[in-house]
């Protein structure tokens, strides 16, 4: 597996490195935004640790390009600041994961290994699903053969439904996969962020291809008819 670390503290980046590398990794180092963006661009990297406060672009910067061109590579977060709303930046910007300084290389090290197992680096690049196509390494969507404007947000969400394709997925597991973060009863976010992947999605066609299962959640697959 090869890491790439995006990190300008040298003494916290050649830690990283060491580590990973003990771990059976291959990790490269970029002391800069843009020449983080660069190494992604030329790569081919399974997973990136991103710091947020860099020089020459910054961490939310290089997240916005990378998911513009790749919705699969698994990307960690990682900030010396513990506030509730860049912790929500990175997430709706697309990062897999939210590390916050200082944290033992222990906690890092399985975090990296989740957001892998998670299957971004494996799935397919190209989703069917009757007349809906999703193309996961470009972001991109169509139905019938229209492209569907989707929010990274909306694109996210939807991926998760086609990548379990004809299972119901629960609030709670939407929540923790598209948000990262533990479901509770009384927020209706999923549900909001259904209703305009829906509307986007099912609305203008005669099939719907989102499905409502009560009290449990929702599936994507074709019901025919």
């Not at 020449?35 to 661009?41: I, K, V």
């Not at 998911?67 to 990175?90: F, I, K, M, N, W």
């Not at 509307?199 to 959640?217: E, M, N, Q, W, Y």
């Amino acid at each position: 597996m090869r890491v790439l670390i995006v990190e300008d503290e040298a003494k916290t980046a050649a830690y990283l490195r060491k580590g990973l590398e003990e771990n059976g990794f291959t990790a490269d180092v970029a002391a800069d935004g843009e020449t983080g963006l660069e190494f992604t661009r030329h790569g081919g990297y399974d997973a990136i640790i991103l710091d947020v406060m860099l020089p020459r672009r910054n961490g939310f910067e290089i997240l916005d390009e990378i998911r513009r061109r790749d919705s699969h590579t698994a990307v960690l977060l990682l900030t010396a600041r513990d506030q509730v709303t860049d912790r929500v930046a990175g997430l709706e910007a697309g990062a897999d994961d939210y590390l916050v300084k200082p944290f033992a290389f222990s906690e890092l090290l399985a975090r990296v290994r989740t957001i892998l197992r998670r299957g971004h680096a494996r799935q397919p690049a190209l989703i069917q699903i009757a007349d809906l196509e999703i193309d996961l390494s470009g972001h991109r969507a169509t139905r019938a053969g229209q492209a569907l404007d989707l929010t990274p947000k909306e694109f996210r969400l939807l991926s998760l439904l086609a990548r379990r394709a004809g299972d119901v997925i629960s609030r709670t597991v939407i929540a923790e996969q598209v948000w990262d973060i533990n479901f509770d009863s009384g927020t209706n976010v999923v549900d909001v962020h259904m209703y305009r992947l829906r509307a986007k999605l099912d609305d203008p066609f005669s099939r719907r291809l989102i499905h409502t299962v009560r009290g449990v959640g929702y599936v994507l697959e074709d019901r025919g008819g």
